[in-house]
């Protein structure tokens, strides 16, 4: 054989060992959905006593500092409103405070219900935080009387301002 022939058998074989060791390759779509995710949940068992007054004047509001909540939105515009499973008994007032996460206002201490939600924080927008103070007090008067019982608060994430 002569070497111009091997030459091209050579080139011949090449080509065709090259079309053999190519990658093979494949192909997959991938689907994904990211969804609205609203969570929150509240820490803490808040207990309000009222047990003095100074003679002349209507009972000393009780005050609980000690709760928290966590809130998880990856939505904007998001607002929690709170309210009460029952109302309070007549001359007996609960009220709540929310510290606001990040960039969110509180509206400050709003009077609990249980036929109208209030809004307690507006204005939030894709937040995951924990240890939000929550702060509660309770205000009697004297025509309240004696009275006890506990109310389940309901804190709820949802569209808003």
Do not use: C, W
Not at 17 to 43: C, E, H, P, R, Y
Not at 45 to 62: E, F, R, W, Y
Not at 66 to 71: L, R
Not at 92 to 114: K, Y
């Amino acid at each position: 054989m002569s070497r111009y022939s091997m030459f091209i058998a050579g080139g011949a074989l090449s080509l065709a060992v090259s079309g053999v060791l190519q990658a093979q390759t494949g192909t997959q779509t991938v689907a994904f959905d990211v969804q609205a995710i609203n969570k929150i949940a509240a820490t803490g068992s808040p207990s309000l006593t009222i047990n003095t007054a100074v003679a002349g004047a209507q009972p000393t509001q009780a005050t609980s500092n000690g709760n928290s909540y966590a809130i998880t939105t990856n939505d904007t515009g998001r607002k929690i409103t709170i309210e009460i499973d029952v109302d309070m008994p007549t001359d007996v007032t609960l009220r709540a405070s929310l510290a606001p996460p990040g960039g969110a206002t509180s509206a400050g201490f709003v009077t609990l219900s249980h036929t109208t939600p209030q809004n307690a924080v507006t204005g939030i927008s894709q937040r995951a935080e924990t240890g939000l103070f929550i702060h509660y007090t309770l205000d009697a008067l004297v025509t309240a009387g004696i009275v006890s019982g506990s109310r389940t608060v309901l804190l709820t994430v949802l569209a808003g301002p």
